[in-house]
Nanobody
Framework: QVQLVESGGGLVQAGGSLRLSCAAS????????MGWFRQAPGKEREFVVG????????RYADSVIDRFTFSRDNAKNTVYLQMNSLKPEDTAVYYC?????????????????WGQGTQVTVSS
């Protein structure tokens, strides 16, 4: 089992920045990916960014390229999502997720482990 705990959400004005953290604990698979998803009210959960833990390769949603940056601290088993130039449409609950996979996928249904979510609200 893998436990994921997010932190770092909050309220920010448009154009501002936030950094989310996700700490992983428990027994992690040999090959796995981690990702950030978000879900706005009345909308489906959508992929934001993912990382193949072994290779370090990342994949971003088009909507966040050049604004969001994914990074990790291997020693702490923690991943981060630096969000810059935030827009009101970025408002959502952000979830950290992990899957026992060897490649990044964007479908939330393929991720087995989820954090509790952290609210990000961007005011205009």
């Amino acid at each position: 089992q893998v436990q994921l705990v997010e932190s770092g959400g909050g309220l920010v004005q448009a154009g501002g920045s936030l950094r989310l953290s996700c700490a992983a604990s428990g027994r992690t698979p040999t090959r796995y990916v981690m990702g950030w998803f978000r879900q706005a009210p009345g909308k489906e959960r959508e992929f934001v960014v993912g990382i193949d833990w072994s290779s370090g390769s990342t994949r971003y949603a088009d909507s966040v390229i050049d604004r969001f940056t994914f990074s990790r601290d291997n020693a702490k088993n923690t991943v981060y999502l630096q969000m810059n130039s935030l827009k009101p449409e970025d408002t959502a609950v952000y979830y950290c997720a992990a899957a026992n996979l060897a490649f990044i996928v964007t479908s939330p249904g393929q991720y087995e482990y989820w954090g509790q979510g952290t609210q990000v609200t961007v005011s205009s």
